[in-house]
């Protein structure tokens, strides 16, 4: 069971990045999948999660109106499109997956790199 992230790397301020998850070993439509970052230094803070039934979503506010979580179950991913991207959105970027009663599995990807400059 594990999540695999990509499409990190260098953006410039004002640029645009998409990250996949891609699920194996669990269903991603069974799971609340989130977002999560972490930059040097500090601690992992939630960015956006995206629900499993009606794919409701929620965003920490420094995202919020720039950032769009989204899920394709037909390919087991879930997406992170990245807008407006500003240096204080530099971080290692992680996917999960939460519980719920169609999906068991409490799972962290191994992160990507996201590092915008100025």
């Known amino acids: 069971v594990q999540l695999v992230e990509s499409g990190g790397g260098l953006a410039q301020a004002g640029g645009s990045l998409r990250l996949s998850c891609v699920g194996s070993?669990?269903?991603?439509?069974?799971?609340?999948m989130s977002w999560y970052r972490q930059a040097p230094g500090k601690e992992r803070d939630w960015v956006a999660s995206?629900?499993?039934?009606?794919?409701?979503?929620n965003y920490a506010d420094p995202v919020k109106g720039r950032f769009i979580i989204s899920r394709d179950n037909t390919k087991n991913t879930v997406y992170l499109q990245m807008n407006s991207l500003n240096p204080e959105d530099t971080a290692v970027y992680f996917c999960?997956?939460?519980?719920?009663?169609?999906?068991?599995?409490?799972?962290w990807g191994q992160g990507t790199q996201v590092t915008v400059s100025s």
């Open positions: 999960h997956a939460s519980p719920t009663i169609l999906g068991i599995f409490d799972v």
């Open positions: 995206i629900a499993v039934i009606g794919g409701g979503t």
């Open positions: 070993g669990l269903s991603i439509g069974g799971h609340v």
